[in-house]
């Protein structure tokens, strides 16, 4: 069975720094999607990024980015230039090819520090 | 723009009560996921659904039951409530591959 392990379960960033969040998966699969999600309070769910298993370059939406190493089953966020409202639980999940089960990590809080 | 609409919104039982978590989308998407969410565990996949007809279990399938009515619809069933199954409650819906969950507003059950 696939697992999702995010090791860090609280972080703190400076506004305008850099943060990485961890996130590392465990599966048999050749053929996957990973996603990173935000939960803001409002409990809504926010796709932050994608990226598919078959590519090798990495994903990249605005001020996120990912460091997708799939050898090493491992698949980081990056935020740069950290902003106020970047402040949530983020979440990062797996997505099954063969049978399009999705599971989620425990998830990160980030909070930003003014 | 409805996407995934649950119903209820909140919800308090009493131990040993039965209730229907129902869930639809207007998104046409095939499949369909509930997911619970407690303090420091994440979203759990209970059940999915990968088409219409078909179900599987997730994680934390035992306690609970669904049925996919129809592409729409996918409800999900408490039999005998437990305190342990206090939690919010996530229906998301999506197409395959690398397109995004479409979540509801979440069910926030207390069972007592």
């Known amino acids: 069975a696939q697992t999702v392990t995010q090791s860090q379960p609280e972080m703190s960033v400076q506004e305008a720094e850099t943060v990485t969040l961890s996130c590392t998966y465990d599966t048999s699969e050749s053929d996957y999607y990973l996603f990173w999600y935000k939960q803001p309070p409002s409990r809504q769910m926010i796709l932050v990024i994608r990226?598919?298993?078959?590519?090798?370059q990495n994903a990249t939406e605005n001020r996120f980015s990912v460091n997708f190493q799939k050898a090493a089953k491992s698949f980081s966020l990056k935020i740069s230039d950290s902003q106020l409202g970047d402040a949530a639980m983020y979440f990062c999940a797996y997505r099954s090819f063969r049978d399009d089960k999705i599971i989620f990590g425990k998830g990160t809080r980030l909070h930003i520090l003014p | 723009n409805a996407g995934v609409t649950q119903t209820p919104k909140f919800q308090v039982l009493k131990t040993g009560q039965s209730m229907t978590l129902q869930c639809a989308q207007d998104?046409?998407?095939?499949?369909m996921y509930w997911y619970r969410q407690d303090p420091g565990m994440g979203l759990r996949l209970i059940y999915y659904s990968a088409s219409e007809g078909t179900t599987d279990k997730g994680e934390v399938p035992n306690g609970y039951n669904v049925s996919r009515l129809n592409k729409r619809e996918f409800s999900l069933r408490l039999e005998s409530a437990a305190p342990s199954q206090t939690s919010v409650y996530f229906c998301a819906s999506s197409d395959r591959g690398v397109r995004p969950q479409h979540f509801g507003d979440g069910t926030r059950l207390s069972i007592l």
């Open positions: 998104m046409n998407h095939n499949s």
């Open positions: 990226q598919e298993a078959y590519k090798q």
